[in-house]
């Protein structure tokens, strides 16, 4: 599977960094600058305009797949968690370990309610996700709040108000 169309190094700045596994997340959401360094995987150049600054609290937003409960280094997870200048944005369908300490908790839908292409592990096929009910409640698909997020930090790239499908 080609990946490259998904990565969008134009869209990096030097001050984003990514964990390179949910493995160093509790180093990435740190405030020890020494810890931070070893979540760091990549630094790319940017290109866009600069948009309006962000709040100066540092954010860790959409986090996913428990990162609470499964994290291998669980103690450096809720450390970060805990810290008061450190927002926190859930997208959840229940209350979890990971959903206690968000500042929000935003209603995830679920696999029946939004498109998705996935990549089964061990095949070598892909499957096509299409959603067989309309979302319940307020609830919304991770990709729209993925793209939100972006746009209300003054990024304006075409990519970030394409639809799901």
């Known amino acids: 599977m080609d990946r490259t169309a998904l990565h969008r190094p134009d869209l990096c700045s030097p001050a984003n960094r990514a964990p390179s596994t949910l493995i160093r997340l509790g180093d990435a959401l740190s405030s020890d600058p020494a810890a931070i360094a070893r979540s760091i995987i990549t630094r790319a150049p940017s290109t866009r305009r600069p948009g309006p600054k962000p709040p100066a609290r540092q954010s860790a937003d959409r986090l996913q797949q428990q990162p609470r409960a499964v994290n291998p280094d669980q103690s450096a997870v809720l450390d970060a968690l805990r810290r008061d200048d450190l927002f926190t944005v859930v997208l959840e369908h229940f209350q979890t370990d990971t ?9 995830a839908t679920t696999q029946l309610e939004h498109w998705d292409i ?23 698909p991770t990709a729209r709040s993925s793209a939100a997020s972006p746009q209300a930090l003054g990024y304006a790239e075409p990519c970030f108000a394409q639809s799901d499908e």
């Open 99 to 107: 959903a206690d300490y968000a500042d929000y908790v935003l209603p």
């Open 118 to 140: 996935i990549k089964p592990y061990g095949h070598l096929h892909l499957a096509l996700n299409r959603p067989a009910i309309a979302p319940s409640g307020r609830a919304c």
